[in-house]
């Protein structure tokens, strides 16, 4: 099991600039790809971003590409999302999620909710125009 803490929402104004945290605990963090996804109201869950479980890949939303940038810090059990010139359709519930994944698949990332086996609670982002 892998028990995972989303922080870092809030309101801020268009073209602003917020950095997400998930922080993980439970089995170990190493080996599992994550997952930033988010849910507007009325709206389907979407992916966001995406990074393997070593850091070297990593995938990104177009809507999003240029303007967020995932990270990882596997010593501290975290992944971070920094969201920069955000807008007010960025607006949305955003969770992390967790997928183990085997030492050989190093490189590997996934941009399906299906995929996902541990998810956050989530945090709010408002984008105020």
């Known amino acids: 099991q892998v028990q995972l803490v989303e922080s870092g929402g809030g309101l801020v104004q268009a073209g602003g600039s917020l950095r997400l945290s998930c922080a993980a605990s439970g089995r170990t963090f190493s080996y599992h790809a994550m997952g930033w996804f988010r849910q507007a109201p009325g709206k389907e869950r979407e992916v966001v971003a995406a990074?393997?479980?070593?850091?070297?890949?990593?995938y990104y939303a177009n809507s999003v590409k240029g303007r967020f940038t995932i990270s990882r810090d596997n010593a501290k059990n975290t992944v971070y999302l920094q969201m920069n010139n955000l807008k007010p359709e960025d607006t949305a519930v955003y969770f992390c999620?967790?997928?183990?994944?085997?030492?050989?698949?190093?490189?590997?990332?996934?941009?399906?909710?299906?995929?996902?086996?541990?998810w956050g609670r989530g945090t709010q982002v408002t984008v105020s125009s």
């Open positions: 990074i393997s479980w070593s850091g070297e890949s990593t």
């Open positions: 999620a967790a997928k183990e994944v085997a030492y050989s698949g190093r490189g590997l990332y996934f941009n399906r909710r299906y995929d996902y086996q541990y």
